[in-house]
């Protein structure tokens, strides 16, 4: 794959820079509490890219972007002009971020990295798309994020991607030729992912023998286990696109020996989290999900300097959200270093122009959509750690 070459200067100066650089450049991040426009700095001699994510669940999308901007500052920024990451919590509410954009774009910013969550990038994607202000989203997988125009793109797959990737994960790997799926109901993420998967492995001649439903905040499944326990033959796999706590407790439910479904459990990247073996246990142990990125993976030379500067900055190995914000905040950045005149139309036409981006993931293209045609892996959980188990090129 072809790499842009401007990004091996700004990789090689930011790894090997010197340390005293790095955190003078991180004065130029500052934090807005508040969607007061007149909290942020007005210096003309900066370029202003705002910053909107959803703490504490992912929230290592910011750190991501942090390092991006320190990064590229250490490297002279924007042609010679430092970058200020104005950055807002929304709290994953979407009249407090569309608040949040409307205030920095009235301050100046010249494009938007995030939101986090789908339904809320929707609602940025109207306001940005009104003031012709360019977007990058960090961890938003629904393919809806981009409908509101050509401002807004996406820097995650899509869900039915994803999906699809597992379904043939579990035909061509596993040999999985039936399968349950279980939904967490009201959830457009779940939905959407389980509609994906039924449909990629029935196309492949796979059956899905059962397929149940649970709500937020459910506790006990065993109804649904039960209808899962009891199919002849057993299941091979079952497929459990969840995003909150509930997931891991229906696998170690699965797992207990009142049921004790034998299957192989999959997921998607909303199996991503810190707290994910805590919850299940020993459980989990066999079990595959979707993700972005993994520090021990298959990884370029790009991903690899993005784990040694992250590890170096935070003392803790980045996750798949943290390798989002990176990546889209590099993202804008690298188009912004492209463009002539830095105005925000410019900088989205070369956003939709990036090809072959190699940072902490990689990306091909963007589609006609926005969608980002990117790389994928997959991760397992073994000896009670999630750890790399396959990677998937763009």
């Given at each position: 794959m072809?790499?842009?070459?401007?990004?091996?200067?700004?990789?090689?100066?930011?790894?090997?820079?010197?340390?005293?650089?790095?955190?003078?450049?991180?004065?130029?991040?500052?934090?807005?509490?508040?969607?007061?426009?007149?909290?942020?700095?007005n210096?003309?001699?900066?370029?202003?890219?705002?910053?909107?994510?959803?703490?504490?669940?992912?929230?290592?999308?910011?750190?991501?972007?942090?390092?991006?901007?320190?990064?590229a500052?250490?490297?002279?920024?924007?042609?010679?002009?430092?970058?200020?990451?104005?950055?807002?919590?929304?709290?994953?509410?979407?009249?407090?971020?569309?608040?949040?954009?409307?205030?920095?774009?009235?301050?100046?910013?010249?494009?938007?990295?995030?939101?986090?969550?789908?339904t809320?990038?929707?609602?940025?994607?109207a306001?940005?798309?009104?003031?012709?202000?360019?977007?990058?989203?960090?961890?938003?997988?629904?393919?809806?994020?981009?409908?509101?125009?050509?401002?807004?793109?996406?820097?995650?797959?899509?869900?039915?991607?994803?999906?699809?990737?597992?379904?043939?994960?579990?035909?061509?790997?596993?040999?999985?030729?039936?399968?349950?799926?279980?939904?967490?109901?009201?959830?457009?993420?779940?939905?959407?992912?389980?509609?994906?998967?039924?449909?990629?492995?029935?196309?492949?001649?796979?059956?899905?023998?059962?397929?149940?439903?649970?709500?937020?905040?459910?506790?006990?499944?065993?109804?649904?286990?039960?209808?899962?326990?009891?199919?002849?033959?057993?299941v091979?796999?079952?497929?459990?696109?969840g995003?909150?706590?509930?997931?891991?407790?229906?696998?170690?439910?699965?797992?207990?020996?009142?049921?004790?479904?034998?299957?192989?459990?999959?997921?998607?990247?909303?199996?991503?989290?810190?707290?994910?073996?805590?919850?299940?246990?020993?459980?989990?142990?066999?079990?595959?999900?979707?993700?972005?990125?993994?520090?021990?993976?298959?990884?370029?030379?790009?991903?690899?300097?993005?784990?040694?500067a992250?590890?170096?900055?935070?003392?803790?190995?980045?996750?798949?959200?943290?390798?989002?914000?990176?990546?889209?905040?590099?993202?804008?950045?690298?188009?912004?270093?492209?463009?002539?005149?830095?105005?925000?139309?410019?900088i989205?036409?070369?956003?939709?122009?990036?090809?072959?981006?190699?940072?902490?993931?990689?990306?091909?293209?963007?589609?006609?959509?926005?969608?980002?045609?990117?790389?994928?892996?997959?991760?397992?959980?073994?000896?009670?750690?999630?750890?790399?188990?396959?990677?998937?090129?763009?």
């Amino acid at each position: 794959m072809l790499f842009q070459q401007n990004r091996t200067t700004l990789r090689y100066i930011a790894i090997f820079g010197v340390l005293t650089s790095f955190f003078l450049s991180c004065n130029r991040i500052q934090e807005v509490v508040a969607p007061d426009a007149g909290q942020i700095s007005n210096d003309a001699s900066t370029v202003k890219i705002g910053f909107i994510y959803s703490p504490p669940d992912p929230g290592t999308t910011r750190n991501g972007a942090e390092l991006a901007v320190a990064l590229a500052n250490e490297a002279g920024g924007i042609n010679g002009l430092l970058i200020e990451l104005l950055i807002r919590d929304d709290k994953r509410d979407a009249l407090r971020s569309v608040q949040h954009a409307e205030a920095l774009i009235a301050a100046g910013v010249s494009a938007i990295v995030g939101p986090d969550y789908s339904t809320v990038a929707v609602e940025v994607g109207a306001v940005v798309q009104r003031y012709g202000i360019p977007m990058v989203t960090t961890y938003p997988t629904n393919p809806e994020v981009p409908r509101n125009g050509n401002f807004s793109f996406m820097g995650a797959y899509i869900d039915p991607y994803q999906a699809r990737i597992m379904a043939d994960f579990a035909i061509q790997e596993l040999q999985a030729m039936t399968a349950a799926v279980l939904t967490e109901t009201g959830s457009p993420y779940s939905e959407g992912l389980s509609t994906a998967f039924i449909e990629d492995f029935t196309v492949q001649n796979g059956t899905i023998a059962v397929h149940s439903f649970y709500k937020t905040g459910t506790t006990d499944f065993t109804e649904q286990l039960l209808a899962i326990a009891a199919v002849e033959p057993a299941v091979d796999a079952v497929f459990l696109p969840g995003l909150g706590s509930e997931f891991p407790l229906v696998v170690k439910q699965a797992k207990s020996d009142d049921i004790n479904i034998s299957a192989a459990f999959l997921g998607g990247d909303g199996w991503d989290r810190p707290d994910l073996v805590e919850i299940g246990g020993m459980a989990l142990e066999g079990s595959f999900f979707a993700n972005h990125f993994s520090p021990d993976g298959q990884l370029t030379v790009d991903a690899r300097q993005f784990v040694n500067a992250y590890t170096e900055k935070y003392g803790i190995a980045p996750d798949g959200p943290a390798a989002l914000g990176y990546d889209a905040a590099t993202i804008v950045i690298e188009a912004m270093r492209r463009t002539t005149d830095l105005t925000p139309p410019a900088i989205r036409d070369q956003i939709e122009a990036t090809q072959d981006y190699s940072g902490a993931t990689m990306l091909s293209h963007f589609d006609e959509n926005r969608h980002a045609i990117k790389s994928l892996v997959i991760n397992t959980i073994k000896d009670g750690k999630i750890q790399f188990h396959q990677f998937i090129e763009p």
